[in-house]
């Protein structure tokens, strides 16, 4: 085989078009790429099939939950759905959940389809190659407050401008401005570059700020980085009510 045959073969096995190629499935896979353009073309709804604790403590970005109470049985799990896309049926959807072994998205995705919807597939990857490959992750106000009220080994990093950082900020957040990040931008970022696995939570002005704090860490090994999409005031206002106010930087 040429240099040339070589460098085809390795393109064409690229890790995000990869899925599990299983044989005989109920319900067709997607790869990384196909969820990367849903997300953009807004071509199918992503319905995450896990835990609302687990959605609430970090899901793929633009990520749907229509997962009801603990115990409910599965035709809750159909209504929820339906209730999600206006009882539109033909509404195509993506489920995904945590990855190969993980039974709930293929068991989710096969009910849809026998209750009468007609184009589901399966993100069956699920997060953890999600997070791998730099995907951003979304983390709700419920999980960054249990977080920040029980993981000590969570790193906060507020995104807004060293102004506004400098008016006051959760305790313990390290100021990382992402308007003005450079080339170089997260080299002087306390990151824990002794261990890439550290869960590192980002917050902003709003959610678009920190999204492009995450965009630019997503370009770096580091695997376990959410960012809140809501605003600063929501989550000191949270915070403050929980017992444990912001505190001055």
């Known amino acids: 085989m040429t240099e040339a045959e070589v460098d085809v073969t390795v393109r064409k096995a690229d890790i995000r078009q990869a899925t599990f190629n299983e ?13 990367r353009r849903i997300l953009v073309d807004g071509s199918a709804v992503l319905l995450d099939s896990r835990k609302r604790a687990e959605y609430a403590a970090g899901h793929i970005a633009g990520a749907r939950s229509a997962t009801p109470p603990p115990g409910a049985p599965a035709e809750e799990f159909i209504a929820a759905v339906e209730r999600l896309v206006g009882g539109d ?7 995904y959940c945590n990855g190969e072994h993980c039974k709930q998205g293929r068991r989710l995705a096969e009910q849809l389809a026998e209750s009468g919807f007609r184009d589901v597939k399966r993100y069956q990857l699920g997060i953890p190659v999600w997070r791998a490959l730099g995907g951003p992750v979304e983390i709700d106000l419920d999980g960054i407050l249990r977080v920040y009220q029980v993981d ?27 308007d003005t990040l450079g080339d170089d931008g997260l080299a002087k970022a306390p990151l824990p570059r ?7 939570i980002l917050f902003g002005r709003d959610g678009a700020q920190a999204r492009r704090l995450a965009d630019a860490i997503g370009r770096t090994p580091f695997q376990n980085v959410s960012y ?10 949270a915070i403050n009510a929980s017992g444990q106010p912001p505190q001055k930087a």
């Open 152 to 178: 000590r080994t969570a790193i906060f990093f507020d995104a807004r401008s060293a102004a506004d950082f400098a008016k006051g900020s959760i305790a313990g957040a390290h100021n990382v401005p992402a």
């Open 194 to 200: 002794n261990d890439f696995n550290t869960r590192v």
């Open 228 to 237: 809140f999409p809501g605003t600063y005031d929501a989550l000191a206002a």
């Open 23 to 35: 044989t005989n499935p109920k319900t067709p896979e997607v790869s990384t790429d196909d969820v």
């Open 89 to 95: 049926k033909a509404t195509p959807l993506v489920v």
